[in-house]
């Protein structure tokens, strides 16, 4: 299974982008999917979830009221708005597919992980 994050780029702070993660295969639509970041020097964090049928999801207080996810299951596609951007939402952005279909926020939980996509927010 590859997963391909894309989306990513230069917006300024207060400004919003919206960052996708597509799937090779159907096993995202079994799966719970979630988002983490990485800022340069800082251990990878996770920033929100989804779980497979899309009825549940799970933020992390810093993203939280700001950010928006989402899921398409018929393209494999999961979605990521990014409102209100803050310099310190920098960071090179991950998804990944959880071994199960809830939304979880533990790394360890997460089996497939994409690439990455850069999001850098100028003040």
């Known amino acids: 299974v590859q997963l391909q994050a894309s989306g990513g780029g230069l917006v300024q702070a207060g400004g919003s982008l919206r960052i996708s993660c597509t799937a090779s295969r159907r096993t995202a639509s079994n799966n719970a999917v979630g988002w983490f970041r990485q800022a340069p020097g800082k251990e990878r964090e996770f920033a929100a979830a989804?779980?497979?049928?899309?009825?549940?999801?799970y933020y992390a207080d810093s993203v939280k009221g700001r950010f928006t996810i989402s899921r398409d299951n018929a393209k494999d596609t999961v979605y990521l708005q990014m409102n209100s951007l803050r310099p310190e939402d920098t960071a090179v952005y991950y998804c990944a597919a959880a071994r199960g279909p809830i939304a979880t926020s533990r790394k360890d939980e997460y089996r497939y992980w994409g690439q990455g996509t850069l999001v850098t927010v100028s003040s």
């Open positions: 989804i779980s497979w049928r899309g009825g549940s999801t």
